[in-house]
């Protein structure tokens, strides 16, 4: 059993600008603010600014380039109690909100009959990141945090959309991901 104070909650806001000086051109920017109040953890906060910038050469294709930094809260469900007696009785370290820099660059063209192609790549840098976990003896699953963690990927996708009620999605993606340093919460 666990006795725990499971009040958590999270607030935030967001405020974006779009400037397009020219038709081929646009600039959206943007900063939002994280509060993330969770059992043992405290509070974490955090100013994400984030930009995009988007080219037009034609009405059927768009290229972008993306920043932004992101902040992803964790669990507010305390399983420190359940842990500790998975670990002999030694409490985990809190679970801490993931900290990204995001980067992104892709190409959208819309050919006739309804058909959308996607092609993407990204980078993301984690500190700290999360990943998944079962606690010992169990089928439990928990959140903890990696120190630092990288991911590189690609990205395609391919949607039908003619006109009528069936429309179809196909989605092919290739990424790697890897952390170092300790790993700790849960």
Request: proline share 6%; glycine share 10%; charged share 20%.
């Amino acid at each position: 059993a666990s006795n725990s104070d499971l009040k958590g909650n999270d607030q935030w806001i967001y405020a974006q600008t779009v400037i397009a000086p020219v038709e081929k051109w646009e600039l959206r920017t943007g900063v939002r603010f994280d509060n993330h109040e969770a059992p043992f953890a405290g509070s974490q906060n955090q100013v994400s600014p984030r930009v995009k910038l988007s080219f037009f050469p034609n009405t059927q294709t768009s290229l972008w380039a993306y920043y932004g930094r992101l902040f992803i809260p964790t669990n507010v469900e305390d399983l420190r109690a359940i842990t500790s007696v998975a670990q002999g009785g030694v409490v985990a370290q809190p679970t801490l909100p993931e900290r990204d820099h995001f980067f992104e660059i892709g190409l959208t063209h819309r050919f006739p009959a309804g058909i959308v192609a996607k092609l993407s790549a990204y980078h993301k840098r984690s500190s700290p990141g999360i990943d998944d976990n079962t606690v010992p003896g169990s089928t439990i699953i928990t959140s903890v945090n990696i120190d630092q963690v990288r991911i590189n990927g690609v990205e395609t996708v391919l949607e039908i959309r003619p006109e009528g009620r069936l429309s179809g999605y196909l989605n092919l993606a290739l990424n790697h991901a890897y952390g170092r340093g300790p790993i700790t919460g849960g």
